[in-house]
Nanobody
Framework: QVQPVESGGGLVQAGGSLRLSCAASGRTFSRYVVGWFRQAPGKEREFVASINWNVGLTFYADSLKGRFSISSDSAKNMLYLQMNSLKREDSAVYYC??????????????????WGQGTQVTVSS
């Protein structure tokens, strides 16, 4: 099984940028849908973006489209999330997840089987 490992979180000022990385441990991300989710204190885990590793098809949360960008590097077996124009409300623990969600379920956290430990992103004003 694949084990995602996130890195790259930290403290950033509002309006700034941050890039998160997710490495695959154990196995490759090949044949998986790999996504980013986030969870702020007291809130449910929410979908950020995902990519079908083999075909490159991407999905975004509508509210984040244009500011966040998901990408992959198959040679390095790495997933990235570029976050621009960050806002205080983007503060959360960001998780990388892999799975084989049924068509139409890529935004559903329950459809992903393998999760990283999360990386904290804090946006200050």
């Amino acid at each position: 099984q694949v084990q995602p490992v996130e890195s790259g979180g930290g403290l950033v000022q509002a309006g700034g940028s941050l890039r998160l990385s997710c490495a695959a441990s154990g196995r490759t991300f090949s044949r998986y849908v790999v996504g980013w989710f986030r969870q702020a204190p007291g809130k449910e885990r929410e979908f950020v973006a995902s990519i079908n590793w083999n075909v490159g098809l991407t999905f975004y949360a509508d509210s984040l489209k244009g500011r966040f960008s998901i990408s992959s590097d198959s040679a390095k077996n790495m997933l990235y999330l570029q976050m621009n124009s960050l806002k205080r409300e983007d503060s959360a623990v960001y998780y990388c997840a892999a799975g084989r969600p049924p068509y139409g379920s890529v935004r559903n956290a329950y459809a992903y089987d393998y999760w990283g430990q999360g990386t904290q992103v804090t946006v200050s004003s």
